[in-house]
């Protein structure tokens, strides 16, 4: 089992930022691939992979980025130029592939919510 705890959330303006992370515990070993997802899609906003491979949702290209900290088995989205579209639950997902797939990831966190206003 892995547990995930995201944290992060929050409100802020268009425009602004947020960084999300993402805790993870448990037989992480099993899961190579990390994702954020937003609720409202059923595609992947961001993933990484085991050696640092990553994609994006083509609405964040150049605004979001992934990363992760091994030493931490925490997994960040830092978030920029945020639009009111951005607005979401945003979920972290752990997985053994590398797929922007809701229905490919095993384990989920409760989530946290990005409120953008404009």
């Known amino acids: 089992q892995v547990q995930l705890v995201e944290s992060g959330g929050g409100s802020v303006q268009a425009g602004g930022s947020l960084r999300l992370s993402c805790a993870a515990s448990?037989?992480?070993?099993?899961?190579?691939?990390m994702a954020w997802f937003r609720r409202r899609e059923r595609e992947g906003v961001a993933v990484i992979y085991t050696?640092?491979?990553?994609a994006y949702a083509d609405s964040v290209k150049g605004r979001f980025t992934i990363w992760q900290d091994n030493a931490k088995n925490t997994v960040y989205l830092e978030m920029n130029s945020l639009k009111p579209e951005d607005t979401a639950m945003y979920y972290c997902?752990?997985?053994?592939?590398?797929?922007?797939?809701?229905?490919?990831?095993?384990?989920w966190g409760q989530g946290t919510q990005v409120t953008v206003s404009s």
């Open positions: 448990g037989y992480t070993s099993s899961s190579r691939s």
């Open positions: 050696g640092g491979k990553t």
């Open positions: 997902a752990a997985g053994r592939f590398f797929s922007m797939v809701v229905g490919t990831y095993d384990y």
